[in-house]
């Protein structure tokens, strides 16, 4: 049971470096797990693409419907996000910055985190190496891509 941040799940839907690796992971994955926060990061990742020319607003718009019909057919397990996560990230950021060597946790990476840890879910999937790091300081496993 893994969760997936954004970063690697854009992977599937949109290829990029770690692409081919992240599709061989997920494929040996029996059951992988998402929240809402998810699915508005994937919108607001492909907008940014289109902005800054990465993506054309058509192949934006076919990887949102393919993402969105994944969703839809239950690929995933989707959780909503719950007060008691929006709680547990303030003390993420809280104790991850008093460190000796402090972490510098974005407020929606520390809400992915939180969503997990309140989960037991023991492992995330992400490509970004601060939000790993910060799991490893917590007890989840991260695999990076």
Known sequence: MAYLDTSALL???VPEAGS???DN???????VEISRLTCLEMRSTLAR????SQLNHQQAQQALNHFLEDVNNGLFTLYAVRDEDWLIAENLIDTLTTLAAPIPLRSLDAL????????QITSIATADQVLGNAAGKIGIQSILF
């Open 20 to 22: 081919e690796q992240f």
């Open 112 to 119: 992915h985190l939180a969503v997990t840890q309140s989960r």
């Open 49 to 52: 693409k289109v902005r800054t």
């Open 11 to 13: 992977k599937w839907y």
């Open 25 to 31: 992971w997920i494929a040996s994955q029996e059951e």
